[in-house]
């Protein structure tokens, strides 16, 4: 088993070899504009799942992932070349689900803002039915309570 940093280091090799081969090597025509987001790497260093986003259409992720498919034994042969470590980890391709994910939930922020702004826009010229607050606070307990106290007062000099 590999240590932390050495396992971060092999992982990071892997992305710069994969990149710079999607970049100028491969020359698959159904690659479409990709990126490599991450790399991880088992701690044995046996296995790579390499992350990676289209831009582009359903269709083009398709045909990309075929490509990625198809050019895998070419892309480990180059990275354990790039690598120089006794083993090559397999590599794996999976579409990475973060954009998608981050783009739904951008889509639920406007959708609460636009119903907040809705809710503000009813209730701008809205009043109260009763008082603005009608609870009662210390202060007012304290005047009347200190009426009562007079008005037993004034009774009882009366008497």
């Known amino acids: 088993m590999a240590d932390a940093a050495r ?5 990071d090799h892997i ?3 994969v990149a710079r081969l999607l970049q100028g090597r491969i020359k698959d025509p159904r690659i479409g504009f990709v990126t490599i987001t991450d790399v991880r ?15 582009g259409t359903d269709e083009e992720r398709q045909d990309t992932a075929a490509a990625l498919r198809s050019a ?7 990275v354990g070349r790039a690598l120089g470590i006794r083993l090559t980890p397999s590599i794996t391709f999976q579409l990475d689900s973060l954009p998608t994910q981050a783009q739904a939930f951008e889509d639920a922020l406007a959708q609460a803002r636009a119903r907040d702004e809705e809710i503000a826009r009813t ?5 109260y039915a009763g008082d603005a ?9 304290d005047d009347e309570g200190d009426e009562e106290a007079d008005d ?4 009882e000099a009366d008497a």
């Open 72 to 78: 895998t034994g070419l892309i480990r042969s180059e």
């Open 123 to 127: 209730h701008a010229g809205a009043a």
């Open 41 to 55: 790497v088992t701690g044995d260093l046996q296995q790579a799942t390499v992350f990676y986003t289209v831009y």
């Open 133 to 141: 607050d009608p609870y009662r606070h210390d202060e007012e307990a």
């Open 7 to 11: 396992v971060r280091k092999v992982a």
């Open 15 to 17: 992305q710069e070899t």
């Open 152 to 155: 037993e007062g004034d009774e």
